[in-house]
Each structure stands twice: as C-alpha cells, then as structure tokens.
C-alpha cells in the first residue's frame, strides 16, 4: 500500500469519526448530514479500493460483479434505516435514483470520458453486458408498469400490492441469480491473465472490506437520523431528497471508479462496473428490500407513481439503444445527462 493509500484510509476514517461526533453531539443537522454523506462517500471509497485489490485475481466480470455489489452496501442500509424510520418515499426514491444515477449520469459521463479518451473518438466495449443489463431493466420496468397500473386503475390485483411485490421480488432474485452465475463465468483465461498481484495483501483487502460494511450501517444511520431536519430545513421535496442527493451519495464508488477506468482506457472494465450495478440494484437489490421490508411496518412495494413508471422505461430503452451495439460517442453521454438532469429538476418542483 503506498503512502497516499494509507493517508487515504486515514481521512476516511477521521470522516466517519466526525459523522459519528456530529450525531451524538447533536450538531447542527445540516453540518450532520453534510458530514455523513462525506464519510458515506469515503466509506464507498475505502470499499471500492479493497474490492479492487481482490478483483486483480480476477477478471472483468468478477470484478465488476465484486464492486458493484459491496459498492451498494452504503445504498442497502440506508434504504433499511429510512424504511425503519418511516421515510418511504425517501427509501423507494432512493432505490429508483440509484437506477437513474447510475444508468443515466455516470454511465453518461463514462461516455464522455472514455469517448474522449479514446483515439478516435469512439468508446468501444464488449455488448454482452450492456444488452443484459437493458433486460434485467426492462423486466423491472415490466413488474413495476403492472403493479403500477394495478394501483392506478384500482384493479382487484391492487388489494394485494405487498403479496403481489413479494412475489415479483422472488422472481425477479431468480432471473438475477440466473444471469449473474453464467456471467463471472465468463471471464476468459487471458482476461484472468491480465489482472496483477494486488498490492495489499488478501486478508488486509477483506479486513477492509468488513470494517467499510461496519462503518457504512453506523454511518447510514447517522445520516438518516439527520436526513429528515435538514430536508424541512432546506425546503427541497422528499423525492429529491432521495432521487439525488441520496442516491448520489450511496453510489460513490461507482461515481468515482468508473471514471477513473474510462480515463484510463479500460472501457470494458468501466463499462462493467456501472452496468453492474445498474443490474444489481435493478434485479437484485431493490427485490432484496422488499423482501427486507417485510420485517418493518412500513413495507416497500414495486408501486411507484406513474411519472417514475415511465422514466424508468423509457430510461431502460435509452441505455439500450445507446449501449446495446457495444460502441458510444460523447454526445450520447451527454444525452443520458441531460435526460438526468431533467429528471432531477422534476423532483425538485414536485
């Protein structure tokens, strides 16, 4: 580990050591919740780069499967802390502006960044996974247009929207388990041959790993408990509460890792750790909370206002046909922004 890795872990542990200050202090909830989402942030960070030094044993596959998962662990208990407290548009927004940050802003602007990296101008990447993660999207829409229009059109199906989601989630974990397994298999020998002796050793890398887990379910707690006066406070919606702010500060790793990577050149790899964890938290994530849910009272369900049913479809055909022949240009990247941004602004005059 060189000396700016160690100085690196050494801020992110001062962050979280701040958040938890400033929870237990009572600080200011403004200052609270910019310190948590920092040490959020910092905690995704410390989490990518331990995910990484065990993904050079790797290949793409793995590794995008690795980080994209252990990536979402700050999103997981954030969302299980806002159910617990009651915050459910704060919790359902946040798992759809997890789709829509990722999908749409920082797939966008890996785009941007590795179209102008490249040579020619033209980003390449294998389309396997992109065409994948397109149908584990259109399924979720699909679940999440007939649940919603049940609920709209007061169907009878509408009576037993929890049974209904619950059902949906299962199958939809299945679908997820049966991508996911064929896929980290997919991972040629040369592409395995590529990867290099990680620079931290393997227990050192899983020490990390476990001690981000920890922090991220203190930290998620601290931030939801300073969530709720800083939104009053500050006079913004519930749905942008979660569509944007939370769900930007759960997805750091991607936000920040996928960059890195298309700057460097690595499409593939870029590629795959964004399409992850669009695929993640589509088909594994938020079914996984539903199911979650089940345990609180209040329980989350795959019924989402119509505006959000077909941002979500319409976002799944975009990523398709912008990804799906395995090359992109800038101006797509800034399309998929755009398309953000827009909904974003949706959110905050709601």
């Given at each position: 580990?060189t000396?700016?890795?160690?100085?690196?872990l050494?801020?992110?542990?001062?962050?979280?050591?701040?958040a938890?200050?400033?929870?237990?202090?009572?600080?200011?909830?403004?200052?609270?919740?910019?310190?948590?989402?920092i040490?959020?942030?910092?905690?995704?960070?410390?989490?990518g780069?331990?995910t990484?030094?065990v993904?050079?044993?790797?290949?793409?596959?793995v590794?995008?499967?690795?980080?994209?998962?252990?990536?979402?662990?700050?999103?997981?208990?954030v969302?299980?802390?806002?159910?617990?407290?009651?915050e459910?548009?704060?919790?359902?927004t946040?798992?759809?502006?997890?789709?829509?940050?990722?999908?749409l802003?920082?797939?966008?602007?890996?785009?941007?960044?590795?179209?102008?990296?490249a040579?020619?101008?033209?980003?390449?990447?294998?389309?396997?996974?992109?065409?994948?993660?397109?149908?584990l999207?259109?399924?979720?829409?699909?679940?999440?247009?007939?649940?919603g229009?049940a609920?709209?059109?007061?169907?009878?199906?509408?009576?037993?929207?929890?049974?209904?989601?619950?059902?949906?989630?299962?199958?939809?974990?299945?679908?997820?388990?049966?991508?996911?397994?064929?896929?980290?298999?997919?991972?040629?020998?040369a592409e395995?041959?590529?990867?290099h002796?990680?620079?931290?050793?393997?227990p050192?890398s899983?020490?990390?790993?476990?001690?981000?887990?920890?922090?991220?379910?203190?930290?998620?707690?601290?931030?939801?408990?300073?969530?709720?006066?800083?939104?009053?406070?500050?006079g913004?919606?519930?749905?942008?509460?979660?569509l944007?702010?939370?769900?930007?500060?759960?997805n750091?790793?991607?936000?920040?890792?996928g960059?890195?990577?298309?700057?460097?050149?690595?499409?593939?790899?870029a590629?795959?750790?964004?399409?992850?964890?669009?695929?993640q938290?589509a088909?594994?994530?938020?079914?996984?909370?539903?199911?979650?849910s089940?345990?609180?009272a209040?329980?989350?369900?795959?019924?989402?206002?119509?505006?959000?049913?077909?941002?979500?479809?319409?976002?799944?055909?975009?990523?398709?046909?912008?990804t799906?022949d395995?090359?992109?240009?800038?101006?797509?990247?800034?399309?998929?922004?755009?398309?953000?941004?827009?909904?974003?602004?949706?959110?905050?005059?709601?």
């Amino acid at each position: 580990m060189t000396r700016t890795e160690r100085i690196v872990l050494a801020v992110v542990a001062a962050g979280a050591l701040l958040a938890g200050l400033a929870h237990y202090l009572d600080w200011p909830a403004g200052l609270a919740f910019a310190l948590a989402a920092i040490a959020l942030a910092g905690l995704a960070h410390m989490v990518g780069f331990a995910t990484e030094q065990v993904g050079e044993l790797f290949g793409p596959a793995v590794t995008g499967v690795l980080q994209s998962t252990l990536g979402n662990l700050p999103e997981l208990f954030v969302v299980i802390f806002a159910l617990r407290a009651g915050e459910t548009t704060v919790a359902q927004t946040s798992i759809i502006g997890s789709l829509f940050a990722n999908a749409l802003l920082v797939l966008g602007l890996v785009i941007v960044v590795g179209a102008r990296a490249a040579p020619d101008g033209l980003m390449r990447f294998k389309p396997r996974l992109p065409m994948d993660t397109a149908t584990l999207l259109l399924v979720t829409s699909f679940i999440i247009v007939i649940v919603g229009i049940a609920h709209a059109t007061h169907d009878p199906a509408a009576q037993h929207e929890r049974g209904l989601s619950t059902i949906a989630a299962v199958a939809l974990l299945l679908v997820y388990v049966a991508w996911v397994v064929p896929y980290i298999r997919s991972d040629t020998p040369a592409e395995r041959e590529e990867h290099h002796t990680p620079r931290i050793a393997l227990p050192v890398s899983i020490t990390l790993l476990a001690l981000g887990g920890l922090g991220a379910a203190f930290v998620s707690d601290w931030f939801i408990a300073a969530l709720r006066p800083t939104i009053d406070s500050l006079g913004v919606s519930d749905a942008f509460a979660g569509l944007v702010v939370v769900a930007i500060a759960g997805n750091a790793v991607e936000n920040v890792a996928g960059l890195v990577l298309a700057h460097k050149g690595q499409a593939d790899l870029a590629i795959s750790v964004v399409k992850n964890s669009v695929a993640q938290v589509a088909a594994f994530l938020y079914p996984v909370l539903v199911l979650i849910s089940l345990l609180f009272a209040t329980q989350l369900t795959f019924a989402l206002a119509p505006v959000y049913i077909g941002a979500l479809l319409l976002t799944a055909l975009a990523v398709w046909q912008i990804t799906g022949d395995g090359e992109a240009v800038a101006f797509e990247g800034y399309a998929l922004i755009a398309i953000y941004v827009i909904l974003a602004a949706l959110t905050l005059y709601e």
